[in-house]
């Protein structure tokens, strides 16, 4: 990550690569407290050559403030994220379980445990969840490479690299959800009256 784009060289490397004769045009002062750079600035901001003086501070929380709402942002993608997963997993669990009402009663009938019942029931879940999951990672990083050439200024460069926790993290929150919401069906399933399921018309 860095903010600006300025490079420190010596004059004759500068002259060798440019073609050029150096000409000094920027004075980069170090080591210098706040009232030491105010004082600086008052003596030579009004000379008709000096344009600007700016301390390093400056950029600093400039770049502080950017990345603060870059995690606002971030944060709020994944909460919002989040509850359209439980959303979206809600309903097509729902869905699956009352189109399936005969076939999970027979099941109960045939013997099956609740746990086993749900396992059975929930399986293509997982499968679709795995899948997701493996898609997601995919997108997500050329989602996360597209974001960064759009949002960030010109003048800071962000690190386009994903580290292995942020993989983990997004595999574990999906599979989190999907634990959950299977929790919830588990206790629905238990429910199904097992005569009235079988006896209804389909």
């Not at 301390?55 to 770049?63: P, Q, S, V, W, Y």
């Not at 971030?74 to 399936?100: D, F, H, Q, W």
Request: overall charge positive.
């Amino acid at each position: 990550m860095y903010i600006t784009h300025y490079i420190f060289m010596n004059k004759d490397y500068y002259e060798k690569i440019k073609g050029e004769k150096f000409t000094t045009n920027t004075d980069f002062i170090k080591n210098l407290n706040d009232k030491e750079m105010k004082n600086l600035k008052n003596k030579v901001i009004n000379y008709k050559v000096v344009t600007s003086v700016v301390g390093a501070d400056i950029f600093r929380k400039a770049l502080n403030q950017f990345l603060y709402s870059i995690e606002k942002v971030e944060g709020i993608i994944v909460i919002m994220s989040s509850l359209l997963a439980i959303v979206v997993l809600y309903n097509l669990t729902n869905i699956n379980i009352e189109e399936r009402r005969r076939e999970i009663a027979t099941i109960k009938v045939l013997g099956f445990y609740a746990k086993e019942t749900t396992a059975y029931v929930y399986r293509e879940t997982f499968i679709l969840t795995f899948l997701g999951i493996v898609i997601g990672l995919i997108v997500g990083k050329l989602l996360h490479y597209f974001i960064l050439q759009i949002v960030v200024p010109y003048y800071v460069m962000l690190s386009e690299h994903l580290v292995v926790v942020s993989y983990i993290y997004a595999s574990l929150i999906t599979l989190f959800i999907t634990i959950f919401i299977m929790i919830i069906f588990h206790f629905k399933i238990k429910k199904i009256d097992m005569v009235e399921s079988l006896k209804s018309n389909e």
